[in-house]
């Protein structure tokens, strides 16, 4: 299981919850699950959000293992100047 | 003074950390690199755009046809001339791009949404036919009261300029349309119970002004479009990619079509990211079917492009008596120009970064208004959030009593923190840079007369992203490097000493060059700062690339198995018992019989680049404030910043000067100044105060080297860091110089002297805006 | 457009009041070419006036100098003898633009440009300097002070030249000094300039004074009451306080991109004290 | 309106170009003879990009008509190096690492190489204010000035 934290303004949809633990071997297969759970979350996972893996930020990572045991947090993705 | 602080040993290296001349810099002194308005073809017609004068209109009409006739005009575009986008948020590379806002900043179509919006452009023989073309097209305005700042905008009788915008992140969702994009909200632990706890609160608004990227070197593209279709785009960026696919999309072309190829580069800073010119110069080209050429001037460039937002912040911060932070919130109103997209996000994740807080509330508000829509300027969005919880910091030490580094050192943010935005940091820099500045000599030197030392620190992320890099072994043992991040100051010489170290060869010996859309698999930009990083691993990726090929060579030359060939040294060796005697190969032997052993050797890497790390940065500054005129002088100025490892080290100390440069031009003098009407006052140099020469002093360095164990050399990206903390530095040397604490940028001489006699006027003590 | 570049004065008269469209001098250039760029102005005739030789002259004339109004800066900077003996003046002129627009611009140029900030006006008007003018009519003298009447607006006829401005022989012990305030340290247009000439007698007290005030008003002015503050004084700290407060007397600013009234007011008095101080240094070794 | 037909040395070679009175000097050097390593920043005369010496005069070319070089001497950056041999200024830059996207650099170089002719020996206030025209956005001029002084050095040496 992952403990996954959802950052920022993705609450709204998913009902106000914030934390939960999933089983997802890679960061697709977290998508898939969240998006079972929250059907509104799903458009916004893919573009525009960035996942980090034990504190290890990744974007457009689909194919990213995620560890037995790990910290998710799903937050927005960052670019710059 | 330059000066490197390393935390662990490290990696002997044979190339990297060394100071090399640069691979481009002989055709730079001389006057020889191409930028983007040096390029030129034959035939080449002059584009140029008409502006719109209003800051907010409707656009009734736009008639062409005496401008059509006038001899020696060969093609006007307008609004027409453009399918329209419909509103969805889609990824260009990594950024997400609302095409629909895309097409209307190219071109305006219902509405003129600020002052220099381009309304039509037009393709001539000469720029003197071209502007007389300008001249003549008549456009139907019913001018709209506008409004230019974030708060008034926010208000709900201000002018709407999207009259379909709801604001996003509210629940339920509001029902009347407004100037408010989004509301973001970023939230850990229990913020009430973190302010009852607190001994100390302090609570200040700040406002800040929109700040223009600046670089030298004006937008300039030229296109040609051929009778196939196919074209040729040659155009100043910091990424071509981007630039095709954007270009592509608005004009409905396969992406095939266009070969983007990147000029030499004066400066971008985040202004290079979008497109401006680019699709209009691309429909020119194909109506009169001659390249079209287009050159922004200054007062275009000012008008029309960048800037930063200009934004009102609110922070709370409540501290222990032993200066532990126990909560901190803020309240983050970002103007983002005519559409949205303010950097508010980044401003809310950077605002407490730098420290290691159990209870954080931040607020978010995009906010569009009639000015320029806003493009990323270094780390967008950081150095205005940071300045303002730093500059609360300051005065919570301050009162407090505490040495502003200590009370930082008790806070700081270090390996396992978890950070404000969420997840735990790996390793950083912080307290080596802080504990750097505390042992510096800037922080223990005397200071004179009406002067005052600050201190502050900041933060970026960085990023990684698509990386392609290309490295052939040429047939006498010389190496070409084709990469794709347009190289803004000094990137193609860390990339061939990061070659060069991996293959044992001298840095001479690899030629790197930025390549065309069309020769190397996809790039993102040069952004987020991670050219060096990102580039930077590919490149090392593709030389192991090339030395695994060049063992595979050996063994079959040898007759023996791979796994008794080994890499040492720059030389193919036999290794272990089973080798037998052969003599050791290095990549110049590889390459006269490469193509007699399988063919030409080429190192390749394509790889989304991941592990980029955080920099943090603290930077000193001493200014000396005139007490009857107002005006400041900074005296003397340390950046001290955590790089990874400093790959060049001068190219990483010309960023962290730079930086913290234009953090000094953004704190003291620079703004966008508009009049009643909407209309920027000073869209020149002459006015739009960026420091010259004589307005800094030496600028000091040192460079903390905490490596990045995801890259394999340990590099951060170091670009954008240095921006985020000056203002704050600067506005805590200025309370300390004049007694006076200003919670406004830029702090403008006529403001310090209003603001110091008023508290003459009120006796002493009392802060003031 | 039409590029003409007479060598004599009477030349460039004929051809500047005969222009029946929009004429323009071109001495430095370095005001009318940004404004030709931007489309300001527009000109159908442009006179070239450096291939005069008269107009490019610095001369001892009277126990003063005669300068040609087309003289660059950094030309000023070199003379022989006009740095010491007119150093604010020389400074004046040397604050207008870079390095490179120092090669180019003229104290002519600087006055006809019009603007109520040109550093070098308030300068020649401390200094006390006549300008002569050369028109279809001949020839006639004018005080600097009353050659700008409001922004853009000169006391100039059609086909009038600026040929060259007189500065006045001085006694001993007599200097100048202009300071002007800007937010950086070069490359700005004055918030605020003040210029200040002064004569001191041996004994130390001021005999003599002109101070003039740049970008405080519609034009630049020349303030009688604060020459009169100093005169007859060692400048001791209540003479100083009475400069002051007439130089800020006579201060009619406006709020606009480069400062507000009352920035522009306080500094006023600010820079007069501080140029009188300087003028009275230069003097006690002059 | 007739092109004006100009006469001038370029970098030691006599040159003929036609130009229109508006035209400037900056926009003649580069449409007219192709040397385009003096930039357009401004045009205005407030970045220094564009710096070239006339008769030995430091100037921004935007501010200069082209017409008005006419048997005048004008050197640019293309002129700056012997043949093959970089300018000291050339080669101080280069070792300190005193241009990152290098768009100000010739600029530097010309207004650079104006003032060692006149002050052999400036000081480090001296360079900061002879360069005050010439606007670098990327490098905070900590190694243009260090390589300025640097150069002065060499060449006094030399």
Redesign the interface.
Known sequence: MAHVVLIGNLRQYTGGVTELDIAAASVRQLFARLTEKFPELGPHLEDGLAVAIDGQIYQDALLEPIPENSEVHILPQIAGG | MQERVKKDPEREFRVVGTRPIRPDGADKVTGRAKFGADFKMAGQLVGKVLRSPHAHARIKGIDVSKAAVLPGVKAIVTRDDFKDQGSEFVPAGEMLVNYRDVVRNVLAREKALFEGHPIAAVAATSEKIAREALRLIKVDYEVLPHVLDAVEAMKPDAPVLHEDMITAGVTPPPTKASNVAKRIEFVMGDIQKGFKDADVIVEREFNTKPVHQGYIEPHAVVASVSEDGSAEVWVTTQGHWIVRAHCARLLGWDISKIRVTASEIGGGFGGKTVVYLEPLALALSKKARKPVKMVMNREEVFRASGPTSGANIWVKIGAKKDGRIVAGEAILKYQAGAFQGSPVQPGCMCAFAPYDLENVKVVGYDVVTNRPKVAAYRAPGGPISEYAVESVVDEIAEQLGLDPIEMRLKNAAKEGTKAAYGPKFGPIGLVEGLEAAKGSPHWNAPLGKNQGRGIAAGFWFNIGGETTVSLQLNEDGTLSLMAGTPDVGGLRASLSMMAAEELGVDVAKVRPIIADTSSLGYNFLTGGSRSTFSSGMATVEAARAMIKEACVRASKLWEIPLDAVTWEDGKVRPAGDNAGKHEAMDLGDIAKIAGKTGGPIVGYSAITAHGAAPSFGVHIADAEVDPETGKTTITRYTVIQDAGKAVHPAYVEGQFQGGAAQGIGWALNEEYIYDDNGRLENPGFLDYRMPVASDLPMIDTIIVEVPNPRHPYGVRGVGETPIVPPMAAIAAAVKRASGVRFFELPMSPPKILAGMKAVKANGGAKATT | MRYEAPDTIDAAVKLLAGEAGLARVLAGGTDLLVQMRSDVVSPDLVVDIKKISELRQVKEEAGGFRVGAAVTGAELKEHAKLPKAWPGLVEAANLIGSTQVQGRATMGGNLCNGSPAADSVPGLIAAGATATLVGPNGRRDLKVEDIMLAPRKLALTKGEIVASFLLPARPARSSDAYLRFIPRTEMDIAVVGCGVSLTLDPSGTCTAARVSLGAVAARPLLVEDAAKAIIGTKLNHAALAKLEAAARAACKPIDDKRGTVEFRIDVAGVLARRAALIAQERARKA | ?AK?HVSATVNGDAVEFLC???Q?LLDCL?DEL????????????????C?VM?DG????S????G??ASGKSIE???G??DGEK?HPL?QK?????A????????GF?V?SK??LEKHPNPT??E????????????????????AVIDAAAEMRGA
């Not at chain 4, 192709?34 to 990009?49: P, R, V, W």
């Not at chain 4, 005069?57 to 921004?60: E, G, H, I, K, N």
């Open positions: 309106m004006h229109e009175s508006e400037t580069r192709d040397l385009t390593g003096a930039k357009e920043g401004c045009s205005s005369g407030d970045c220094g990009a710096s006339v005069r430091l100037v921004c935007c501010l200069v008509l017409v008005e640019t950056i293309e700056l190096s970089l050339q830059f280069l070792e300190h690492a241009l990152q996207c290098g768009i100000c650099t010739p170089l207004a104006a003032l480090e206030t360079i900061r204010y002879w360069l005050a025209g010439n606007l670098c956005r990327c490098t905070g001029y900590d190694k243009i000035i260090r």
